[in-house]
C-alpha cells in the first residue's frame, strides 16, 4: 500500500500533515466477539498505576462476559507517545481499534480523517448525545455534524490549598489572581515550608498556565490561521511561571525535576500552601497523606498577571476543556465491538466505578449528578462549567508540544537561577515558528 511510502515524510510533518484516505485498509466489519481482541489504546495513569491495571482487569473479563472478545491494553506516558501513536497507527492502516485521547488531541486525530464521524447511529449504539454531559461534547469535532470524539472522562483543573497553612498565614480566602497567588505563596514560604508546589518537568502541565494566563489576558494563542505566541502575554506568562522558582523562590528546587504526581505527593506532606494545577484525581492521594482534612480544592486564578481586574478582551478561562475522549479508528475490522467497549465504560456504573477506583470524573451525565453531593467536588464542577476549549485545530497538538518545549529547553537553565527576558524570547520566536509552520499545514 502507498502508505509504506509516505511513512517517513509524514513522520516529519508532524500530526497536521497526515493523509487518511484509509478505507482501503480497513477490511470488513464483524461484530461477533468470540475469539477477537479489541486493541484499546489509554494514557498510563502514573499517579494509580496498580489502581489502573486492576480497572482494566476487571474492564476486560466485563467485556469478555458481555461480547466473547478479549481486550489488548497499550499505554502512552507523554504527549509525544500519544502523538507518535497517532500518527504511526494512521499511516500504516493499522493499530488500535479504540483511543482514548486528551481532549486537546481530538482536533488533531480529527484532521487525519482516519476515525469514524459520529452519525445518529453510532450515537444511538453507545446510549445517545443525552447520556453525556452536555459540555464535554465541547471539543467532540468542529461542528455537531462531524464528530469524532465521545466524552469519557472529565479533568477539569483546579488548585488544591492547605486550609492550615494558609490560616496560620492570615490568608482567609485562597487567591483569585495570579500576582494574588504569588504574594501568598510568598507569605507561606518560611525554612522548610514552601509557597507553591508546581510540577516544572511534567509533560502535560506547563502549557497549560501559559495558555490560561494569555487568554485571560486577551491572546487567544490562536488567531485563524495566525499563531500568537511571541506575544507580550506569553512573555509574562513564563516570566510569571518561571519566577515562582527562580527569582519568588517560592518553590522547593527540586520542582524542576518533578512530575504532577511528585508535585502532588509534596504537597501531600502538608509543607506546601497551595498546588497549582490539579484535578479531582488528586483526591484519592490527599486523603492518603498528611493534610487528611486540612485540604480545599479551589479555582485557579482568572486574572492575568500584572493585573488586578481581567481586561475586557480577557476570557474568564478557569481552565481547559479538558478530559480523555474516546475514538473508534477507522481502519477498525471491529467497530461493532469498538463501540460496544465504548458503551461499557461510558455507562452510569462503569463511570462510577472508575471514579471510585482512579477519581477520574464521569462524562456521563447520571454518574456525574450522583456526585455533587461531595461538598469537595463543587468547585471542580465549577471549573468544568467555566472551561473554555482550546482551538479547534489540527495544528493544536504541534502548539501544545511547541508550548511545553520552550519549558523543556529552559529546565537546564531554570536549575542555575533566573531565565532572563531575552532567553524566553528566543525560545518563543521557535515555538511561534513551530506553530506558525503547523497552522499553515492545517488544509
Known amino acids: 500500500m502507498r502508505y509504506r511510502k509516505m511513512r517517513a515524510a509524514v513522520a516529519v510533518a508532524g500530526a497536521t500533515a497526515l493523509v487518511a484516505a484509509l478505507a482501503a485498509c480497513g477490511g470488513g466489519d464483524e461484530s461477533s466477539g468470540s475469539g477477537k481482541t479489541l486493541n ?4 498510563a495513569n502514573t499517579q494509580y498505576p496498580a489502581e489502573q491495571q486492576a480497572w482494566q ?3 476486560a473479563q466485563r467485556f469478555k462476559s458481555q461480547t466473547g472478545a478479549e481486550v489488548k491494553w497499550e499505554t502512552f506516558a507523554t504527549a509525544n507517545d500519544e502523538l507518535t501513536k497517532i500518527q504511526t497507527s494512521v499511516v500504516s492502516g493499522s493499530g488500535p481499534d479504540v483511543y482514548a ?3 486537546t488531541f481530538t482536533p488533531t486525530a480529527y484532521s487525519t480523517k482516519a476515525f469514524v464521524t459520529l452519525g445518529d447511529e453510532e450515537w444511538k449504539k453507545i446510549g445517545g448525545k ?7 461534547l465541547g471539543i467532540s469535532g468542529p461542528d455537531e455534524q462531524n464528530q469524532v470524539g465521545i466524552p469519557w472522562v472529565g479533568r477539569p483543573f483546579v488548585m488544591v490549598y492547605n486550609t492550615e497553612l494558609l490560616t496560620a498565614a492570615g490568608i482567609d480566602k485562597p487567591a483569585t489572581t495570579w500576582d494574588e497567588l504569588t504574594q501568598h505563596a510568598k507569605r507561606l514560604t518560611k525554612g522548610d515550608q514552601h509557597g507553591l508546589a508546581v510540577a516544572y518537568k511534567d509533560n502535560f502541565d506547563p502549557w497549560k498556565f501559559i495558555w490560561g494566563m494569555s487568554i485571560q489576558a486577551g491572546n487567544p494563542l490562536v488567531d485563524g490561521k495566525t499563531a500568537r505566541i511571541q506575544d507580550p502575554a506569553v512573555q509574562k506568562a513564563y516570566e510569571t511561571y518561571f519566577g515562582w522558582l527562580a527569582t519568588d523562590r517560592v518553590v522547593n528546587p527540586a520542582a524542576v525535576g518533578w512530575s504532577n504526581s511528585q508535585a502532588i505527593g509534596e504537597f501531600a506532606k502538608g509543607r506546601t500552601g497551595y498546588m497549582a494545577l490539579t484535578s479531582a484525581l488528586a483526591a484519592k492521594a490527599l486523603d492518603a497523606g498528611a493534610v487528611k482534612g486540612k485540604w480545599k480544592f479551589a479555582l485557579l486564578p482568572t486574572v492575568p498577571p500584572g493585573a488586578t481586574t481581567r481586561p475586557a478582551n480577557g476570557v474568564e478561562a ?3 476543556l479538558s478530559g480523555d475522549n474516546l475514538l473508534v479508528a477507522d481502519y477498525s475490522k471491529n467497530k461493532d465491538l469498538a463501540f460496544q467497549f465504548v458503551k461499557l465504560i461510558t455507562d452510569q456504573d462503569a463511570q462510577l466505578d472508575l471514579y471510585q477506583r482512579l477519581g477520574q470524573l464521569p462524562a ?3 454518574a456525574a449528578q450522583t456526585l455533587l453531593s461531595d461538598p469537595k467536588l463543587q468547585v471542580v464542577v465549577q471549573a468544568q462549567q467555566k472551561s473554555v476549549s482550546t482551538p479547534f485545530t489540527g495544528a493544536w497538538a504541534d502548539i501544545q508540544l511547541a508550548l511545553t518545549n520552550a519549558v523543556v529547553q529552559s529546565i537546564p537553565d531554570l536549575s542555575n537561577g533566573p531565565i532572563s527576558p531575552e532567553q524566553i524570547d528566543s525560545r518563543l ?3 511561534q515558528k513551530a506553530a506558525q509552520s503547523a497552522l499553515d499545514r492545517v488544509k
Open 429 to 431: 520566536a521557535t515555538a
Open 318 to 320: 478557569a481552565s481547559i
Open 130 to 136: 443525552d447520556k453525556f454531559i452536555p459540555s464535554s
Open 40 to 43: 484499546v489504546l489509554i494514557g
Open 101 to 103: 485521547v486528551g481532549t
Open 364 to 366: 456521563n451525565a447520571a
Open 57 to 59: 482487569e476487571s474492564i
